[in-house]
């Protein structure tokens, strides 16, 4: 993965990275994970720069800026659909 500057500033550096990729722990464990990680992303520094991030590099798995890469996957498309 490509490392950025802004990444150090990343509330997410002070927890267990697992916490924001939850996918993998099966559907209830996913939604307190995400209730978890978004808590951390409000009052993250560097949330926008997370979100363009993955919005940039299509991500695949995970929580960035608040937000599921799925999410942002979707709302990409949806924008590129009304261009």
């Keep these: ?3 950025e500057p802004w990444m150090e500033r990343g509330r997410c550096r002070e927890v267990d990275p697992e916490l ?5 722990k099966g559907a ?4 307190a994970a995400y209730k978890n990680a978004v808590k951390i992303c409000s009052l ?8 363009d991030f993955a919005w940039r590099n ?3 798995f995970g ?3 608040g937000h599921y890469a799925l999410q942002i996957r979707r709302a ?3 924008k590129e659909r009304e261009s």
Excluded: D
């Design 28 to 31: 209830n464990a996913t939604h």
């Design 63 to 65: 929580i960035w800026g």
């Design 76 to 78: 990409k498309r949806r």
């Design 20 to 24: 924001f990729y939850p996918e993998h």
């Design 44 to 51: 993250c520094e560097v949330r926008s720069q997370c979100y």
């Design 1 to 3: 993965m490509t490392h």
């Design 58 to 60: 299509n991500e695949q």
